[in-house]
């Protein structure tokens, strides 16, 4: 049995620093915990996990949406948390896509967003923000009091379900936090029964199908056009 928890956020919002400070925080954790990391191109974070005691694996999507790629690779990742006998697994998902959505049904759902991108980014962030149990806001500690109680404001306007968590990524303050939230996740034995929260982009273009050619002669599947 094993508790499964995704985590997915926008680029640079320090969701790895996050990940190992939560971990850290319960020395327990670290031994029987596992992340696997999914990205486009290239990733360092394997060797930040690595420096810290922290068993990881990284996922490269290249030409596909990391999301999609995350999906599609769920029970491959829960296999080798059996293998290792790991009692939690992590998935960090680089949540590039603002209408895909790596969060399941029934399993821990946590989107990390940083204080200082913007007043207005949790409007912008899409199913990843909406749909989370749990939303962690980083660097807080660099703007006022004021800027996060407005930031905290527009996520809860967005998803006012969710419990936010704010969160030192160097200091560690506030993971312990979250990392008991993590301790009582649900535990699932296999990914069988498993659902995304959320549906994937509904069809292709012909862009996706790696047309490269632009105008409207070449142009397939499903496209919306702007109205000026």
């Known amino acids: 049995m094993i508790k499964l928890i995704t985590i997915a956020g926008p680029p640079s919002s320090g969701k790895t620093s996050v990940i190992i400070k939560m971990i850290e925080s319960i020395p327990e954790l670290k031994a029987s915990c596992g992340v696997i990391k999914f990205d ?7 060797e930040q996990y690595t420096k810290n005691g922290i068993t990881a ?36 998902s680089a949540g590039l896509c603002n209408r895909c959505a790596p969060h399941l049904k ?3 759902a946590v989107c990390v967003l940083d204080n200082l991108s913007g007043i207005n980014t949790p409007v912008k962030t899409g199913p990843m923000l909406k749909l989370a149990d749990i939303v962690v806001v ?17 996520i809860q306007q967005v998803n006012p379900r969710c419990t936010v968590l704010f969160i030192n990524g160097i200091t560690g ?13 649900r535990t699932i034995d296999s990914t069988n029964n498993l659902k995304l929260r959320f549906s994937m982009p509904a069809a292709l273009c012909s862009y996706c199908l790696g047309e490269t050619r632009v105008g409207e002669d070449f142009q397939v599947g499903l496209n919306r056009k702007i109205k000026l």
């Open 173 to 185: 303050q506030g993971a312990d936090k979250i990392a008991s939230r993590a301790l009582k996740s």
């Open 106 to 108: 029934d399993v821990t």
């Open 40 to 46: 486009c191109l290239s990733s360092l974070d394997e």
């Open 57 to 92: 694996k990284t996922g490269l999507a290249g030409n596909l949406c990391p999301d999609h790629y995350f999906i599609s690779n769920i029970e491959e990742c829960f296999q080798w948390a059996i293998l290792n006998k790991f009692t939690i697994l992590i998935t960090e």
């Open 138 to 154: 980083t660097k807080s500690d660099l703007v006022s009091q004021a800027e996060r109680e407005v930031f905290r404001f527009k």
